[in-house]
T-cell receptor, first 111, second 115 residues
């Protein structure tokens, strides 16, 4: 059974204080690992897809990295507008196109 | 923007009444999904569709049914609503990304309260 565990559950940062969110996973043949951002009262918004260990992707202050067991979402010099819940999901290989989601990390960045 | 709308956006209903939520997409995506999101549980898949009239159950399908008679519409029905179905419901579509990964795009959600 595919599993995704995100840590920490909640993270409070001061503006400018860089940190990382973790997504640990077990999956039978990784087809893709996805990061989403969710603002309160809205649907998740797609950020990145990572396909293989060693891959990295960046978007503004966010950088996602991938190893064979986990992914990190690094947030560099965060701003209050980066406050959101960040969700990680994995998709197994084979014929499945159904992802398994983690429960998310709630990030609050204080000015 | 994947052109996904959900209706209604908010609904309050009484226990035992039927409820239908609608998801509409404008870009001819093949795969559509219904999720519910609850504190402490995250996103849980209710049902999904891989084409017109082709649907299958997710992990929390009991008490829910779906229909897809047109590519653009995916309906979720609660035949007899219960208080445990109070939740936020999200519709999603997926598109194949590079090397076969299916990244999802979500609608704005429907907040359903069953009293």
């Amino acid at each position: 059974e595919d599993q995704v565990t995100q840590s920490p559950e909640a993270l409070r940062l001061q503006e400018g204080e860089s940190s990382s969110l973790n997504c640990s996973y077990t999956v039978s043949g990784l087809r893709g690992l996805f990061w989403y951002r969710q603002d309160p009262g809205k649907g998740p918004e797609f950020l990145f897809t990572l396909y293989s260990a060693g891959e990295e992707k960046e978007k503004e202050r966010l950088k996602a990295t991938l190893t064979k067991k986990e992914s990190f979402l690094h947030i560099t010099a965060p701003k209050p507008e980066d406050s959101a819940t960040y969700l990680c999901a994995v998709q197994a290989g084979g014929g499945s196109y159904i992802p398994t989601f983690g429960r998310g990390t709630s990030l609050i960045v204080h000015p | 923007d994947a052109g996904i709308t959900q209706s209604p956006r908010h609904k309050v209903t009484e226990t035992g009444t039927p409820v239908t939520l609608r998801c509409h997409q404008t870009e001819n995506h093949r795969y559509m999904y219904w999720y519910r999101q609850d504190p402490g549980h995250g996103l849980r898949l209710i049902h999904y569709s891989y084409g017109v009239k082709d649907t299958d159950k997710g992990e929390v399908s009991d008490g829910y049914s779906v229909s897809r008679s047109k590519t653009e519409d995916f309906l979720l029905t609660l035949e007899s609503a219960t208080s445990s179905q109070t939740s936020v419901y999200f519709c999603a579509i997926s598109e194949p990304g590079g090397t076969g990964g299916y990244e999802q795009y979500f609608g704005p959600g429907t907040r359903l309260t069953v009293t």
